[in-house]
């Protein structure tokens, strides 16, 4: 079993729809966890760094860690069509994960249908 | 500021060839990374460095070498390039402090071994 699971898609909603992603882990060590947007041929882009458990809100954007169902979600509202992206969640036991690296879900492609 | 830069943007080795992506960062964060990304597998952890002269091993290490002389460059050596190396390579650079979290990632190289 992977470290950190994720379903890749394609998910595709229509334009205003409320977009749920997830991940669930099974490392209990990991502290840090964060949401990454990628555009096709570009590099990651941080969208959402949380860290333990709780929720963090910014504009459209939520996320939400629950350590103890080691399951993390992204909710985005309003979705509009420039929301189409990979969205990749990552995780890591140290300092954001700059001493130890991060570990990545496979990603899952979002379709926003204008 | 040109954040994470990386060189070159295209590569095409024969089997057998040794190459060294470039990476370069002018944020001065102290943490930096090598991942690749392969279709289906998300983003794998290659080397990474936690400050100049000190690295340590990633999730994907063998056929790779990395060095940190300065907090700048990062540069990743492959020694004998083989087709299973044929990914997109993404360096990183971040930061974790009481004032805040940074982790950004270059445009990638896209590698291609034949």
Redesign the interface.
Known sequence: QKE?E?D?GPLSVPEGAIVSLNCTYSNSAFQYF?WYRQYS??????LM?TYSSGNKEDGRFTAQVDKSSKYISLFIRDSQPSDSATY?C?MSAM?????????????THLIIQP | NAGVTQTPKFQVLKTGQSMTLQCAQDMNHEYMSWYRQDPGMGLRLIHYSVGAGITDQGEVPNGYNVSRSTTEDFPLRLLSAAPSQTSVYFCASSYSSGSGYGYTFGSGTRLTVV
């Open positions: 950190v994720q890749p964060m041929r570009k590099g990651p882009e941080l760094y990749l990552a300092s954001g994960g700059g001493a130890d690296g991060l570990t990545f879900g496979k990603g």
